[in-house]
Structures are given as structure tokens and as C-alpha cells.
């Protein structure tokens, strides 16, 4: 009797024990599609899953051992991955079709360079360029190896499958239609709504919760120095990612948020515009986790206005100490409203982010000054 056991944090096992079930009675899926917050460890799931698939031990799966399990923990086989790439790697050359002693990268070692960093640490949440995504060219590599004669169990992950473009998407759809024999997929995604309905018909949704706090500070200790603050931690949401990537840039953005609110309420914006004209907040992702820091700040004060308890409580405090706060509830609920709309044009890429923000400082308390 072969036992499976997918090993990973509390808040998460009883997703791992089902899982578990399934692969040791014999009923695992051939199409797997994990969906949750971003950071939460799908990826980590993923690649547990896919171990546990390609396993050769005769009692006890995944062992970590075998060849399939060192195969998927393996950053140079890149055939077990689908990664998100910019138009420049996607379009480079295949390994096959390198001249001897060339230079240039192939599309191989791009995916490789991300499947790296994935497995160093797969909850991170900004490995990838806003513009990278899931061309048809690379859904149709997939494809076309399957082709290929194969006695042994294979496994593919398609990471961050939301960013699959119309025609990748409807390319994967022919082949999750009739999967072929001993072959198995595994989607994550933090944007179930953005895959066609048809792809998320044909795979086993599993929906990964997130972690407690504990969870996320021990975890994110393992991959950064930087001390998980309390406020981070109310940041994260239960996200061990969001908590790393908010450990190195908390402060910056917090001191950023309590200006863009101080300025807002005040109508001096000449120095805050000059703080927002920098080249990181111009890439819609990053302004949008900056939305995210303000959201969170401005809606600590709706919380304190209600009696409820604070999430960022030093930053809350901090402002609430710098201010003389004379709106109601009503002008910061608002506010909220116009940076959540905000976050929506911004991640729609119609207006420059840096337009969005400075119409955002104008207009966050038009009307109730």
C-alpha cells in the first residue's frame, strides 16, 4: 500500500490531506487548477503535487529521492514548467535552434532563470514583470512534446495560469479536453475569473487558504533577514509573499501612504507628486501594492471611527497623531471607494499609473474639505 502525505503549514493540511486521499485511492485528476491569494504557496503545493505524481517509491510518496521527485525539484527541467515570459524571452530561440558557441538566451533559460527563482522561494510574488504572459507559442511547446513517447508519469505546472493570453488559453482548452495517458496539469492562479469558464470546468478546483499569523512570520523568516513587523503582518493578509515583499518595503510605503493621505486632506500636493514620479511606482504593480498600503491605512481609520481593531496600528497611529482628522465616516469611506477604482484603472493599463495617482491625491476628498 502506497502512503501519500503533502506535507506543509496547519492552516493549509486539511487541503493536503484530501489531496493525499485522492492520489492513494487512485482518483487524482489529470487537470488540477489551485486557486488562493497571491503568495499563500500554491507553487510550494504545486511542485508537492507533482513529486508525489512522478514518485518511484514502492511505499511512501513523494520520498524527495527518487529520479521523478528530483526531476520536478530540478530547476533545469524546464519541460515540467509553463512560466510567464516578457514578448522578448517568449519570441527567443529554442535550444535546438542555437548555433554552437552562441551567446544569446534561449527561451529555455529563461524558463529555466524563473523555475530557479521559483524554487528557491515559491511564495514570492514579484518574480515576474507585469508584462509577462502566457504566449501560444508556449502552450503549443507543451503540446508538441506530448507527442513524444513516454513511459514514465509526466507532470506539468502551469504557474500564474491567469496570465495565459485568448489564444493559449484556447489551446490549452484542446488539450485538457483529452489529456494524454499518465500526463497531469496543475493551474495556479490568484485570478480564478480570468481563465475561460470551459478550462475551469475541466480541472479539480482546489482553493488554498490562507495562513495564520504565526504561519506567515516563521515562514517568510526562512527566506528573508528583514524582521516581520506587526504592520506587515496586518499587511500580508495571511500571505507569507505579501509578507516578504512588504518587509523590505514597508516603511518606504507606509511613510509614502501617510503623505499621499496628510496632502490629500491638506490640498499640498507639489512635494507629494514629486514623491510619486519615481520609476517603480510607474509599473502598475507596484502602484497598486503602494493603493494597497493606502487602502489598508484608510480603512484602519473607518475601523477606529467604528470601534473596531486596527490592522496597521502604528501607521493608523501615526497618522491620527500628525492630522487633525474633521471628516466623517462617509469622506474616508468614499476614499476608499476612489482608490479601490483606482487600483481597477491601473491594473487595466488605460492611464499611466502615475496619472491615476495624482487624479487619486486631487479628487480623495473632493466634496467633503
Given amino acids: 500500500m502506497i502512503e501519500y502525505e503533502l506535507k506543509g503549514p496547519a492552516s493549509q493540511q486539511r487541503t493536503r490531506i484530501r489531496l493525499g486521499a485522492s492520489l492513494k485511492e487512485n482518483h487524482f485528476p489529470q487537470a488540477v487548477l489551485i486557486e488562493g491569494l497571491p503568495g499563500i504557496g500554491k507553487k510550494a503545493l504545486a511542485i508537492d503535487l507533482a513529486k508525489a505524481l512522478c514518485c518511484t517509491h514502492a511505499t511512501k510518496r513523494p520520498c524527495g529521492e527518487c529520479f521523478g521527485c528530483k526531476m520536478i525539484g530540478d530547476s533545469g527541467a524546464v519541460d515540467n514548467w509553463v512560466i510567464p515570459l516578457e514578448s522578448k524571452e517568449a519570441k527567443a530561440r529554442k535550444a535546438s535552434d542555437v548555433s554552437e558557441g552562441s551567446s544569446a538566451k534561449t527561451v529555455e533559460e529563461y524558463t529555466q532563470m524563473y523555475v530557479s527563482k521559483i524554487i528557491e522561494n515559491p511564495y514570492s510574488i514579484d518574480y515576474l514583470s507585469a508584462a509577462s504572459e502566457i504566449s501560444v507559442d508556449l502552450i503549443r511547446s507543451l503540446t508538441g512534446r506530448f507527442a513524444l513517447k513516454n513511459d514514465r508519469v509526466r507532470c506539468v505546472i502551469i504557474a500564474e495560469a491567469d496570465r495565459m493570453n485568448e489564444s493559449a488559453s484556447n489551446a490549452l482548452l484542446k488539450t485538457l479536453e483529452e489529456v494524454p495517458p499518465n500526463t497531469y496539469f496543475i493551474l495556479t492562479t490568484s485570478s480564478r475569473e480570468h481563465l475561460l469558464q470551459t478550462i475551469r470546468s475541466r480541472c479539480l478546483s482546489i482553493h488554498l487558504?490562507?495562513?495564520?499569523?504565526?504561519?506567515?512570520?516563521?515562514?517568510?523568516?526562512?527566506?528573508?533577514?528583514?524582521?516581520?513587523?506587526?504592520?506587515?503582518?496586518?499587511?500580508?493578509?495571511?500571505?507569507?509573499?505579501?509578507?516578504?515583499y512588504y518587509a523590505s518595503r514597508a516603511t518606504e510605503l507606509q511613510e509614502l501612504a501617510l503623505d499621499f493621505l496628510?496632502?490629500?486632506?491638506?490640498?499640498?500636493?507639489?512635494?507629494?507628486?514629486?514623491?510619486?514620479?519615481?520609476?517603480?511606482?510607474?509599473?502598475?504593480?507596484?502602484?497598486?501594492?503602494?493603493?494597497?498600503v493606502l487602502s489598508f491605512l484608510i480603512a484602519d481609520i473607518i475601523r477606529d471611527m467604528s470601534g473596531a481593531s486596527l490592522r496597521l496600528v502604528e501607521t493608523t497611529r501615526k497618522f491620527q497623531e500628525n492630522n487633525d482628522i474633521h471628516l466623517n465616516l462617509e469622506a474616508f469611506s468614499m476614499a476608499l471607494l476612489s482608490v479601490q477604482e483606482t487600483m481597477f484603472r491601473i491594473s487595466t493599463r488605460r492611464t499611466t499609473a502615475l496619472v491615476c495617482l495624482q487624479s487619486l491625491a486631487i479628487k480623495l476628498f473632493d466634496g467633503f474639505r
Fill in 209 to 244: 487558504p490562507v495562513l495564520s499569523s504565526e504561519e506567515v512570520r516563521s515562514l517568510a523568516s526562512q527566506y528573508t533577514e528583514i524582521s516581520i513587523s506587526d504592520d506587515v503582518l496586518g499587511l500580508s493578509q495571511g500571505s507569507v509573499g505579501r509578507a516578504i
Fill in 262 to 292: 496628510s496632502a490629500s486632506l491638506s490640498g499640498q500636493y507639489s512635494d507629494l507628486f514629486f514623491s510619486l514620479d519615481s520609476e517603480e511606482l510607474k509599473d502598475p504593480a507596484i502602484a497598486n501594492l503602494f493603493l494597497e
